[in-house]
T-cell receptor, first 119, second 110 residues
Framework: GAGVSQSPRYKVAKRGQDVALRCDPI?????LFWYQQALGQGPEFLTY????????KSGLPSDRFFAERPEGSVSTLKIQRTQQEDSAVYLC?????????????????FGPGTRLTVL | RKEVEQDPGPFNVPEGATVAFNCTYS??????FFWYRQDCRKEPKLLMS???SGNEDGRFTAQLNRASQYISLLIRDSKLSDSATYLC???????????FGTGTRLQVTL
């Protein structure tokens, strides 16, 4: 079946521009996560949704970052007034909750990411 | 101090070698542990979960020591296709948020 998809795959923005990154999770997956991966680093948590509810946004680096998932499926990460330090790969992941997955852990499945370059 | 620490490497090993990666985590409340594999310019993919009793999947063996807050991954009979970055990952138990190490790069050569 289809995995997690993200668009665009690559985005070049001029400093100060707003960008919107889209994530389509695996169908039926309740949980959705956004991560930021800088070059040479591991992914870092940004925010988490369970259905349409944003339950944790502690990782968002500033109020320029905003995420939504209004209907509990597709999610958008928006970055306003982009800055050079925002350049990174933005990864989306989805999972089933443990109780519904039947397993002992919430396996997160990652999309291919959006590589954002801010000039 | 980072919550999950790994030696970034790179580890350069010949085909057929055995290689071990280690990882330490600082949050004693962590509940779930994983190794993910990430190929260059690709997304992370789950390699294996790590259980307290230790677990094996083919050439890969993972161990967890909760008392020392230490996780390891052993790869036997390395293949060229094992070349990748191996990410140590911890679930802090808070809404399944994953905390990643910086990754250890492995290069298997002929």
């Amino acid at each position: 079946g289809a995995g997690v998809s993200q668009s665009p795959r690559y985005k070049v923005a001029k400093r100060g521009q707003d960008v919107a990154l889209r994530c389509d999770p695996i169908s039926g997956h309740v949980s959705l996560f956004w991560y930021q991966q800088a070059l040479g680093q591991g992914p870092e948590f940004l925010t988490y949704f369970q259905n349409e509810a944003q339950l944790d946004k502690s990782g968002l680096p500033s109020d320029r970052f905003f995420a939504e998932r209004p209907e509990g499926s597709v999610s958008t990460l928006k970055i306003q007034r982009t800055q050079q330090e925002d350049s990174a790969v933005y990864l989306c992941a989805s999972s089933l909750p443990v109780a519904r997955s039947g397993g002992g852990t919430d396996t997160q499945y990652f999309g291919p990411g959006t590589r954002l370059t801010v000039l | 101090r980072k919550e999950v620490e790994q030696d970034p490497g790179p580890f350069n090993v010949p085909e057929g070698a055995t290689v071990a990666f280690n990882c330490t985590y600082s949050n004693s409340a962590s509940q779930s542990f994983f190794w993910y594999r990430q190929d260059c310019r690709k997304e992370p993919k789950l390699l294996m979960s790590v259980y307290s009793s230790g677990n094996e999947d083919g050439r890969f063996t993972a161990q967890l020591n909760r008392a020392s807050q230490y996780i390891s991954l052993l790869i036997r009979d390395s293949k060229l296709s094992d070349s990748a970055t191996y990410l140590c990952v911890v679930n802090s138990g808070t809404a399944s948020k994953l905390t990643f190490g910086t990754g250890t790069r492995l290069q298997v050569t002929l």
